[in-house]
């Protein structure tokens, strides 16, 4: 069974939502196919698998379980069902942009209209999964706020998307977020280059792109940091300000006068807030950071520290082979053999080079396993793949093998790889240190009939 289909029928056991396909929808090239959910009508195209559909349309309704938790409070809620239109790929979906002043089409879109009958999420099927559920989760929202409270901050409306873009699926299904620090490197570093006002920020409004014009970036990764350092506060009472910060937000409000609501009532609650955030900003770690810290901890032994910043960085970057390769390195130092292999496996499946898997594999089989023909096999396949890096040692380590082979005693103590720095060097010069950048998320077409959000 395909991740997909697992995920569609988890999915359908929690929620109990009828997907309901109906004909195809006429005069419309390509081709598509109506769903209906508790709350989306999606159309998508005709030529895509119903399992890969539904499992994105179950993916949309535990979202909007998720959101309608920070919306408990606020006076307004989707009244409608949200339109999403479904493509077969990114070509059909560029292709359905044509014509629209859209300048950043690496994204799936949000449009919105004066008429809110015609607002619509734009999305297509991403081969990577960590990637399409980011982007699923970061625009489904924009299609929940606008139609909820279009004149939400744009500080808080961009730190809630980036903040959802991290959700991940419990085993039952349910849409979650777990604190993460992906954006943290680069929000330090725009901090170190010149702090922002935060009265400023939350007083930026989408009219004249005010929001997007002024140091975009540099306000999105405020307004990401903004919306963690509350959501992840040690204290209990300021992780629900956030939600009290929406529950001020009006529709009949305009933006401003959201804006100005929200601040007065963040800082009425946090008096000393700028230098509260400064200090939360000093007390954590960006992903490279952990890199750094894990790698120290490995070389200096302290296995269950280097966990622990492995770990954190995993789930930073789940998409990066690096952290977990050094969690198979430290399970083999715990001499749990079968957790090694299993974290080396999936370092490959990241994009760990294959030689550099052999050779570590090629160790637990030695030294852990004691299965002498395959760690022959494995070292092998590392000589082969990269003879540069692993010939000569593969050479020795095989002598030493057929040594070890044939004694009573079983693997020498000198092989092991913690008495061998290659196991981490290859992996310190292919790791994925470059850290994520906050995509563009919204963008304000004056004098145009849409706004596309992205």
Not at 81 to 95: G, M, P, R, T
Request: with cysteine; aromatic share 12%.
């Amino acid at each position: 069974m395909s991740k997909k289909c697992a995920f569609v029928c988890l999915l359908m056991g929690l929620f109990f939502i009828p997907i309901i396909a109906s004909q195809t929808v006429p005069g419309q090239a390509p081709s598509m196919t109506l769903y209906q959910s508790a709350h989306y009508e999606v159309e998508a195209d005709a030529s895509l698998s119903g399992t890969d559909v539904e499992a994105m349309v179950y993916e949309l309704e535990a979202n909007y379980t998720l959101f309608s938790e920070m919306f408990t409070l606020a006076a307004q809620r989707p009244e409608d069902l949200l339109h999403v239109k479904i493509y077969a790929d990114k070509e059909s979906f560029n292709q359905a942009l044509a014509g629209q002043r859209v300048y950043n089409r690496n994204n799936y879109i949000y449009l919105y209209y004066d008429d809110p009958a015609q607002n619509v999420l734009m999305i297509y099927p991403i081969e990577n999964e960590n990637e399409e559920r980011a982007q699923l989760a970061r625009h489904s929202f924009f299609s929940y706020a606008f139609d909820s409270i279009p004149t939400l901050p744009a500080w808080l409306r961009e730190g809630l998307a980036l903040y959802y873009e991290s959700l991940i699926y419990e085993e039952d299904g349910k849409a979650i977020v777990p604190y993460n620090h992906l954006y943290m490197d680069d929000l330090k570093k725009a901090v170190a280059e010149g702090p922002l006002n935060l009265k400023d920020l939350m007083m930026l409004t989408d009219e004249g792109g005010k929001f997007e014009k002024n140091q975009f970036e540099k306000n999105l990764l405020y307004s990401w940091g903004i919306v963690n350092y509350f959501m992840f506060s040690d204290n209990e009472a300021d992780r629900g300000i956030i939600e009290q910060a929406v529950a001020l937000a009006t529709k009949e409000n305009t933006q401003e006068q959201n804006s100005q609501a929200i601040m007065d009532f963040l800082f009425s609650r946090k008096p000393g807030l700028e230098t509260d955030f400064t200090n939360f900003l000093d007390s954590q770690m960006g992903y490279i950071e952990m890199l750094d810290a894990m790698r120290t901890a490995y070389a200096e032994k302290e296995f269950e520290r280097a966990k622990s910043y492995a770990e954190s960085a995993a789930q930073t970057h789940p998409e990066a082979y690096v952290p977990v390769y050094y969690l198979g390195l430290i399970a083999f130092e715990n001499k749990d053999y079968e957790m090694s292999k299993e974290q080396y496996n999936k370092a490959l499946d990241l994009g760990a080079p294959k030689a550099l898997i052999d050779f570590v594999m090629g160790y637990v089989y030695y030294y852990g396993d004691q299965n002498y023909s395959e760690a022959t096999a494995a070292f092998q396949r590392a000589k082969a793949e990269d003879a540069t890096r692993y010939g000569q040692k593969v050479d020795m380590l095989l002598k030493n093998l057929q040594q070890d082979s044939q004694s009573p005693y079983g693997s020498s103590e000198e092989n092991n790889p913690s008495n061998n720095n290659e196991t981490a060097t290859q992996a310190n010069s292919n790791s994925v240190d470059s850290t994520a950048q906050p995509q563009a998320a919204a963008e304000t077409n004056q004098g145009e009939e849409n706004t596309a959000v992205e």
